[in-house]
Structure formats: C-alpha cells, structure tokens
C-alpha cells in the first residue's frame, strides 16, 4: 500500500505508461481520461479506447470523463490561428487540468499531474505552473515533471510498440490536424 493517491491525467495511451511505470514506484494510481479537445469524435474515441486497453491490462483504475467539445470549443475559438506550443494551448492545458483537479478534490485525491510533458511538443515548464497555480487555489499538490526527460519519451514510445498500441500522428484538436 503506496502512502499517497495521485490521479493521474492521461492524454493517450502512448503517453500513459512512461509516467505511469515511474509513479508507481511512489503512487497508487489512478487514471483520468478527460479531453475534450480531440476532434473529430471518432478520434476521440480511439484514443479513449487505447486508454482503456491500458488500464485493463495493468489494473489502473480508470475515470472517463465528459466529452465536453462545445465547452473546449468556445474557450479556443479566438485563438485558432494560434501556432501548435501558443496561447491556445494554455488554455487547453488549463481546461484539463482544472478538470482534473475538480476530479481530485472529488475523489479525495490529494496529487495530481498529467502526462502531457513526456511530448517533445509540449513546455513541460508552462504545464507545471499551470498545474501548481490550480493546485494552490484547490488546496492541492502538483506533481511536477518533465516525463519526457532522460529517454521519457523513447521510453514510452518503445512500450507503446511492444504493445502494439495506436498512435496519432497530430496532437488532438482540429486546428492540429493541419
Ligand atoms: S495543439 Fe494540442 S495542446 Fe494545443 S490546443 Fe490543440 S489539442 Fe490542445
């Protein structure tokens, strides 16, 4: 029995195991899928079935949560010229994570954090004040990370193969499919 829960956002489930394999040695886990911001919904799907194949084969309980495109839709749509890494990507992190920390403080969850960062296209430094300036005001912890440090990312892709899992090739909303 690990001393602390942490939930632990998932993205996908490539993403997923890096940062899982490492938490564990410190965390009992439990995944959150919430991401709204996969488009078109078929996507979304395949994706959420990858997840749940993951969870299933390593005993990770899973929580799935809304499929929420309207709401995503609306708090982005003035940033949709934005490059992938800008502003509108802010505001996608922001919206999960603060989905996340409204399902923590629900499930008496004390940790969370997300596997965003193990993507060479992601800022790990923006998600990680993002995750803390929500975690303050929630009376929570953040974990911070960089997952795709020391081989992060090789790590989880490698998985993912011997897996045999799906991977996408664009980051998940419909202004990154281009
Ligand atoms: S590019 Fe990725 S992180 Fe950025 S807004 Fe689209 S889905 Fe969200």
Not at 22 to 40: A, D, M, Q, T, V
């Amino acid at each position: 029995m690990k001393e602390h829960n942490l939930l632990l956002h998932v993205c996908c489930a490539t993403c997923s195991l890096h940062p899982y394999f490492l938490l564990r040695k410190e965390y009992s886990i439990k995944f959150y899928f919430y991401n709204p911001n996969i488009h078109p919904e078929k996507e979304y799907i395949k994706r959420l079935e990858g997840v749940k194949f993951v969870a299933e084969k390593y005993k990770i309980p899973l929580i799935i949560g809304k499929y929420q495109e309207d709401k995503w839709f609306d708090l982005t749509k003035s940033l949709k010229d934005e490059p992938e890494g800008g502003k509108r990507c802010n505001i996608c992190f922001k919206m999960r994570l603060e989905e996340t920390s409204k399902m923590a403080k629900k499930e008496n969850f004390k940790f969370f954090t997300t596997t965003l960062s193990v993507s060479p296209h992601k800022n790990a430094n923006i998600i990680n004040k993002i995750g803390k300036s929500i975690a303050a005001k929630n009376n929570l912890n953040f974990y911070e990370a960089n997952f795709k440090k020391k081989d992060g990312f090789k790590k989880t892709i490698q998985k993912s193969k011997e897996l045999n899992l799906y991977r996408q090739n664009y980051c998940g909303c419909i202004y990154s499919i281009r």
